[in-house]
């Protein structure tokens, strides 16, 4: 008897390096981010703060390596959300309970879950956003309300300047649910924060821009904890100009800008 052939099966399509380098650089933001919450159960607070840093730099890195390289994949996407939920939306009000918030129980608790969904919320959004063929055109300029990274480190403040100061203050468990509020609010409404993703530089600009990077990284070898405290509340300061930036984007396109709202204001609200 002639034992029929068997169809062969068909060859998987080899993976170029470039796609694998940013998965890899988000699988180390991810480890890093829970290596966080080991760090807070046993105290270390510095090196807890440290390693949500790390974690931010390297989710910064990967998108615009794979960018670059040519390597974005929808893997890489939804990987880049995982990552990003547990580094930025579990492991900072973790710290925060084991830090302060675990002296007052449940409400404690309800902190860190309100933080943690708000957090899913917002990147669930944004993936949504991301499909639309056609974003708007302030999407490249503006994110509506603040990144799960910006959010980890703003919500982490209190804990970055008792480093220096005010110790007892800052790990009150009123003030740190405090901020944990007002950031989960930020993170899930449409107020529009700098992106800035294209940001566009002037000739003129480009070497003062370089010198106040070398100063702020100098600044972080010296004194990590106050750099880091100042680029925040740099960052906060920098909403309200955000909102107004904005605003005058809406009134020369024919937006609402009065409201803070346009025509396309669904697109906003998925971002």
Request: net charge positive.
């Amino acid at each position: 008897m002639i034992k029929a052939s068997l169809p062969k099966r068909p060859k998987r399509p080899r993976l170029s390096i470039n796609v694998m380098i940013p998965n890899m650089l988000t699988l180390m933001a991810l480890c890093s981010g829970l290596t966080a919450i080991r760090f807070a159960y046993e105290g270390r607070w510095e090196h807890a703060t440290l390693a949500i840093l790390a974690a931010a730099i390297l989710d910064t890195l990967d998108g615009r390596i794979a960018r670059l390289m040519k390597g974005t994949t929808k893997f890489g996407a939804e990987l880049d959300s995982l990552a990003d939920i547990l580094s930025f939306g579990v492991a900072p009000p973790m710290m925060l309970y084991f830090w302060s918030l675990q002296d007052v129980g449940r409400f404690g608790w309800v902190m860190v879950l309100l933080f943690a969904v708000s957090c899913a919320l917002r990147l669930a959004r944004f993936n949504t956003a991301a499909e639309d063929p056609n974003p708007p055109a302030w999407a490249s300029t503006f994110f509506s309300g603040v990144p799960a990274p910006a959010a980890a480190g703003l919500v982490l403040l209190p804990m970055i300047i008792s480093f220096n100061l005010f110790e007892d203050f800052a790990r009150r468990p009123e003030v740190v649910s405090a901020f944990m509020i007002v950031v989960s609010i930020l993170m899930v409404s449409s107020v529009p924060t700098y992106s800035f993703k294209k940001v566009k530089l002037s000739p003129k600009l480009v070497l003062p821009l370089m010198v106040t990077v070398g100063l702020v990284i100098a600044s972080m070898v010296s004194a990590p904890w106050v750099t880091l405290s100042g680029v925040l509340v740099a960052y906060m300061i920098s909403i309200p100009f955000a909102v107004r930036s904005y605003r005058k984007i809406c009134q020369r396109t024919g937006g609402r800008g009065s409201d803070g709202e346009t025509a396309d204001d669904d697109n906003l609200n998925a971002q």
